[in-house]
């Protein structure tokens, strides 16, 4: 079957998607956006997290088919800053995650951007200020890292909650 939906805000077809056939699989395999990540195949780690017409989901729980018509934004649409020319630059919630060294192996990475851009989004966003640190531990309850303790993350999270918030010209 052929699959049709908009990624990052350009719609997109996959041909012969196969009914068993992950969002996961046509993002990074059929698509090329290798970002969100395969790692349990069961909605378990968190590493495949994409936003599915605005709500965070486990990419490799979604079946293709279902992603027909819709909105995917998958971490490589949360480079969306342009730089010169065409280049892209890493969004805040990237840019937080580099410098607090939250980044280690890289594989749970692109889930926990995509879950802290959501929380951003509802709190900051939504003018309710900076999360606390419990607001941050919660949303990102669902995505495993293995390599950290998780400090490094939940700083990096609080950097980018406080940069978006003197963005939008709240307090921090």
């Given amino acids: 079957m052929r699959v049709t939906f908009t990624v990052n ?8 998607v196969w009914a068993g056939e992950s969002l996961l699989y046509v993002l990074r395999e059929r698509l090329g956006l290798p970002g969100s990540k395969n790692a349990c195949e069961q909605g378990e780690c968190g590493s495949c997290t994409v936003y599915l ?43 937080a995650f580099v410098e607090m060294g939250a980044v280690q192996c890289g594989f749970c990475t692109p889930g926990l951007l995509v879950q802290t851009d959501d929380l951003i989004a509802r709190t900051v966003g939504a003018g309710k200020g900076v999360p606390e640190d419990s607001e941050i531990r919660e949303a990102l309850a669902g995505n495993l890292c293995r390599c950290t303790g998780y400090e490094k993350i939940i700083d990096a999270v609080r950097v980018a909650a406080e940069r978006e918030s003197a963005k939008a010209g709240g307090a921090a």
């Avoid at 805000?9 to 012969?16: C, I, K, L, R, T």
């Fill in 53 to 95: 017409d605005g709500v965070t989901a486990c990419s490799c729980m979604v079946a293709a088919g279902q992603a027909e018509g819709r909105d995917v934004r998958t971490v490589e649409g949360l480079a969306d800053k342009q730089g010169e020319g065409d280049e892209k630059r890493l969004g805040t919630v990237q840019e």
């Fill in 9 to 16: 805000g350009e719609q997109v077809s996959a041909d012969d």
